[in-house]
């Protein structure tokens, strides 16, 4: 059976890290003083490598695959959660080695009772445990969390290491994608190895950018409408006015659209003539900084224009 792309070229070493070189090298002189702290908190957005370089640290610990509990805080983030996980820490591991490594996936979720209830055994955790918090959102984890972890922020990846990725990738795999095609994806992936691997197995089997463009929605940011909507947002076009650009957007990832708004908005506040504009332009980067769900379609770029336009 064939393995997801993001699961099959998924680093299996700290070398093998796409952009993290500052974190590598970090961990690698705790590994070299047999050093390692118990609680760790990575920092950073979707899929840049967050879980990924939690395993190999668990792997580095010589925890045994089934001493290896991952949890989604998403849905697991109550004050019986984590005194039911409290309750297995306080026995042994199972297997040759006693290491228990525990990865709390989108922390941030976890209720400010339950990070209480963790106070405790994160600061004086038993020996064979380690804890490795993930999120995307650092502002929502208690200080009091923070101070008791070391933290990491990752960066999001260049597109030019994404495109040498996915062309090593696509060469391995026999695809016939061009170099336009694949520059398309890598740009669309925002700096996510496990974007740009999984989009580029959406584009298996074609080979014209425009069916890469269509599969992946996303805009052409050349000339498209949310380059459009961006330059009516600097000149305070009216939500009638923006709605009518979003209602030609329809079918387009929300997640992308925020993304452009985001990269043509960062360029063009560095350039700004005066104190009141810049706020506007934040004020504009603030309403898109948050993800979309795809799933909700439209919604979110509509209530990012609402809190900003009325």
């Known amino acids: ?43 950073g957005g979707s899929g840049c ?11 580095e610990l010589g925890a045994d695959k089934n001493n290896i509990e991952e949890i989604d805080a998403a849905s697991q983030n109550g004050i019986d959660d984590m005194r039911a996980l409290q309750e297995r820490l306080n026995y042994s591991a199972f297997g040759s080695s006693p290491v228990k490594v ?15 209830s963790l106070l ?16 995307t959102e650092a502002d929502k984890v208690p200080e009091t969390i923070k101070t008791r972890c070391h933290v990491y922020t990752l960066n999001q990846i260049e597109d030019d290491d ?13 695809f016939s994608l061009d170099e336009k095609s694949l520059s398309v994806i890598a740009n669309a992936s925002w700096g996510s190895p496990r974007r740009a691997l999984t989009y580029l197995s959406k584009c ?10 269509k599969i992946l929605q996303e805009p052409d940011t050349e000339d498209g409408e949310v380059i459009e909507l961006c330059r009516g947002l600097m000149k305070s076009i009216s939500l009638i006015d923006a709605l009518a650009i979003v209602k030609k957007l329809e079918g ?13 908005m960062s360029k063009v506040v560095l350039n700004a003539k005066s ?25 979110p770029v509509i209530l990012a224009l609402g809190s900003l336009l009325l």
Not at 120 to 135: G, L, N, Q, R
Not at 205 to 211: K, N, T, V, Y
Not at 283 to 291: L, V
């Open 102 to 116: 525990i990865i709390l996936d989108e922390c941030h979720a976890i209720t400010k009772p339950a990070w209480q």
């Open 120 to 135: 405790k055994i994160i600061e004086e955790p038993p020996k064979h445990v380690y804890f490795m918090f993930c999120t």
């Open 252 to 264: 387009q990832n929300p997640e992308s659209i925020r993304m452009v708004v985001l990269a043509y």
């Open 1 to 43: 059976m064939n393995q997801d792309l993001h699961i099959q070229y998924r680093p299996q070493q700290f070398d093998e890290m796409l952009g993290q070189d500052h974190i590598v090298k970090s961990l690698e002189s705790l590994k070299a003083k047999n050093n390692w702290p118990h609680a760790f908190l990575f920092v």
């Open 275 to 299: 104190d009141s504009q810049a706020e506007k332009l934040l004020a504009i980067m603030d309403a898109f900084s948050k993800p979309f769900n795809s799933s909700e379609k439209m919604a």
């Open 162 to 174: 994404i495109f040498d990725l996915i062309n090593y990738v696509s060469e391995v795999e026999n």
């Open 49 to 59: 490598g967050k879980t990924t370089i939690s395993r190999i640290i668990a792997k």
């Open 204 to 213: 298996r089997g074609l080979s014209d950018i425009a069916e890469v463009r």
